[in-house]
């Protein structure tokens, strides 16, 4: 049986910003279809990994960064419209601004409808609390249609019960996805493949059926067993690499 | 009035840009922006080619008129920092707030004007024109700043110590590097306050430039004013530390010398009398309400609507050139490379006083009020455009940036734009007031807002009619202060709630303003 395309190679890959290494000799291979789950203190280089993917799958893929990059001054709408920019001429999307296009409306009314956010859509998003710009940033990755879903803690900031709902979406939306969370049950329930990233270094790369939350836990239970880590000092920087 | 959405700050933001827009209608009916049947273009294509080939060949002309102007900006912010920081440290007495604010609001121009009447064309009318408004807005400026420093440094000497020490040990260390650099801010207003002190016949450049122009002789008015641009671009260069006590002696030696016709009684009698209309020192009531309303009627009243109507034309389209201007010069939109281009024009016009845009479209299009808004959107939407894309240039790389947002146009407008405009709109707000200031300036160019009626009043001798006009206008300017102030508040709580990224927005102390040396007030 021949194995799905790869859409994702790093060989040897390294990052530093600076002095300061932030990946370190990554080997990974991810084929289209696979559901994979980065894990890891913070500060392990998640984030930097990611933006390392999405570059090699920039067309592809649907991005959600950690900072979710919303524009404060517009609406729910407009926010999750800019992920639908290339699909509509400019000066469309100029007059969009204006008045909301029907089919983008129509569209985006939907989206709203699975993401909770009817009542928010035509508020500014500076105007909202942490779950529901959340869940405008998702909006805009789902608005993206994009078989890949490159996600930075996409559900960080909402109630579990509303992190798995949204999670299982964004999944059932995309063929493929690579998406870091700290919450480690989610990764397990959600995902085939799980990714640990320790101190810029993949320290765990392996099927979630071999791993327990136990098992997981102990790649950061280490970083606070460690000496130096009972002095108050945040875990970055003094993990011994795995 | 306007009905604040608290669900949305973008419409509270377009109720307000609504109620501009609906404002310079109505001014468009009123103003007069009547073009004169003059030839623009052929004189615009001999100015240009002026300014394009500038004659250097009277170059000891040039280095004098230079040095003037930065001999009056040098020595009147020399004096008017230690008595501003003085006044800063009694602003909490409210008739040193009230004295301030009545100081700020006349312009260096009609101080100019007063200062003429009692000592001629001569060294202390230029210094104390400059000196008396800058005391004035250093004082206002730097209460400010002091209120934003953290209060601990100041808890430690304990309740007793106060004033002078206090402020010497805590206070004055602590905010150092705000008044720094608001001084070094305000020395290029100066630069551009002494070059302007030169249309009503002080030797600085304005007086040359003016000339320049009238003789029609193009190439050497070029010249003056590339060296003038140059002068402020390279500021940071020649302006060092060290170098000020030569450059303050240079400046006492360079001044001109002020004729010695006047002396304390003159300016008692001008106080006292002639600043007074006649009816009013004879007793005569009736006649004093006969000469105020008809005041009122022909002169005050006219000029003031005439001021209004243009100021409010000019802020909006000086909030429509920034829209177009700070693209040019942002890495985002621009590039690195052409971003320079945007930056230079931005630098031209920033660096370029109003009066001298005004003075220059004037001879093209005729006295009207066209000319007068050109030149204030002209150099207010430099100055805002400019910090708009240094604000742009600062978000690069931050955590906002996302490797999928739009380019180009659509950056511009799903992007730039939004993100950008509630500072924009309240660097228009701090302008509004100096822009009225300015319009009503305008006037001695010989378009009809009140600095029309002062200057003619001036010329006529008539010291009772200046006063009452120039009182007029400093009314005004107060209640266009304070109104700009709550509209700034408006767009201010919209531009702190900084993009709190994930986490909920954080209430901020009303205290926290924007970065104070980046604040383009009382240009």
Redesign the interface.
Known sequence: MTQPPVLFRLQGQSLSYGDRPVLRDIHLTIRQGERVALLGPSGAGKSSLL?LL??QQ?AL?A?Y???????????AY?NIF?GG?ERFG?LA??WN?VRPLPQARREIEALAQTLGLEDQL???V??L??GQ??RVAIGRALY?RQPIFLGDEPV??VDPLQAQLLLEHLLAQHETAVVSLHNRQLALDNFQRIVVLRDGAICCDCPASELSEQALDSFYAEELSAPEASADVGPQGMIPSC | MLSFD??????T?NGVCLLLLLLALLALFGADLQVYPVDPWHELGRIGRGLLLPAWDDFPLLLQALGQTVAFALLAVALAVPLGLVLAMLFHWRGVRYLCAAVRSVHELFWGLIFMQLYGLGALTGLLAILLPFAATFAKVFAEIFEQQAPEPGLAPGPRVRGLKRYGYTLIPQAWPALLSYTRYRFECALRSSAILGFIGLPTLGFHLETAFKQGQYSAAGALLWAFLLLIATIRYWLRPRLIPLYLLLALWLLPQTPGFSNGGYLWRFISVDIWPAPLRAGDWSGTLAWYSQMFTEQVWPGLVQTLLLTQLALLLTGALILLFYPLATRALAGPWLRWGGRFLLLVLRSTPEMIFAFVLLLLFGPSGLPAVLALALHNSGLIAFLVANASDAEQGS????????RG??RY???ET??R??ALLAFLFYRWEVILRESAIMGILGIATLGFFIDSAFEEIRYDRAMLLIAATAVLNILVDSLSRRLRALART?AQ?Q???????QKRSPKQTMTRNTEPQNG
Not at chain 1, 65 to 75: E, I, M, Y
């Open positions: 933006t999405y570059g920039a893929s991005l960064p950690q900072s979710a990059g919303l524009v404060d001054l517009l609406s407009q800019v920019l400019t999307a100029l601004l035509w508020q500014s500076d105007r609390s942490g710009r959340q993206r960080s900031a | 608290r669900r949305s700050s973008v419409r933001l955590r906002l940036t996302r490797p999928d947002d739009p146009l659509l407008a799903y992007l939004p993100r405009f509630p919209d709630r993009p709190g990224l994930i986490d909920p927005p």
